[in-house]
């Protein structure tokens, strides 16, 4: 069961993992447990906190590290593994008022080389236990416009449900006007779908920057996407059945 934990300026939760996790740094494996603990420390990811035991990596103390107003004071520490170093990529909170994470590590994912649950590897940050992602078949007629230019019509489009986000329309790209589309240098990963490539839309002479993407080799559990294209319901304007869509607020 997750645990909230509260302060005068910020709430975060804290949960017990039971997949095996390991960091790697410089080949070597800097981290191995099968006790890691998640803490949510912005509402939208999780990040792994280390048993101080199962650190393999030498931790060379760099001083203070940042302050959290949940989670204390933090000590820094430079992660040594066989000649490879990250600095500043250990934090330890050992005065911390959560109890639970006083005798933890958290290492920085990014300046990790590699991290895996059990034997698969993960991209981007932790997978959230409590996160779900649906992709139905759907025979609803979607049409998507951008100043007030049809760029896609589709009668068999597939509608992927995820956990906290609005419903994405993946249509066919011979349901969509590429010729409309400019491909671009942008590419993002998640770590429930993989790695996204953009597309910008010109239109009336003006260019919409990164409104289209597409997962060309989606992660197993969202391989019903494969190829398909998809817009930022946030920045162009969704028709479903006829019926103009309002367009959600979120990050995007």
Request: glycine share 6%.
């Amino acid at each position: 069961m997750p645990r909230y934990m509260s302060s005068s300026k910020s709430r975060i939760r804290v949960e017990q993992s039971a997949k095996r996790v390991r960091a790697y740094l410089g080949g070597q494996v800097v981290a191995d447990t099968v006790r890691p603990t998640l803490v949510w420390e912005s509402p939208y990811y999780p990040t792994y906190y280390i048993p101080l035991e199962d650190v393999r990596a030498e931790l060379v103390p760099d001083g203070p590290g940042r302050r959290s107003p949940s989670r204390g004071d933090a000590t820094a520490f430079t992660v040594k593994a066989d000649g490879a170093q990250a600095p500043g990529a250990a934090l330890r909170y050992e005065q911390s008022p959560i109890e639970e994470l006083r005798d933890l590590v958290r290492l920085d994912w990014d300046a990790m080389d590699a991290w895996f649950e059990e034997d698969e590897q993960v991209f981007v940050h932790p997978r959230d236990p409590h996160h779900r992602i649906d992709v139905l078949a759907s025979s609803r007629h979607v049409r998507i416009e951008v100043d007030g230019v049809t760029v896609a019509e589709s009668g068999s489009p597939h509608l992927l449900f995820e956990t906290g986000l609005p419903v994405r329309y993946y249509l066919p790209k011979t349901h969509v006007r590429m010729d409309l589309l400019e491909p671009s240098d942008t590419v993002t990963g998640c770590p429930y779908k993989g790695e996204a490539e953009y597309w910008s839309v010109r239109t009336g002479g003006q260019v919409h920057e990164d409104l289209v993407w597409s997962y060309r080799n989606p992660l197993p559990e969202s391989q019903k996407i494969a190829g398909l294209v998809c817009f930022y319901d946030e920045k162009v304007d969704v028709f479903v059945d006829g019926v103009r869509q309002e367009r959600p607020k979120t990050k995007f």
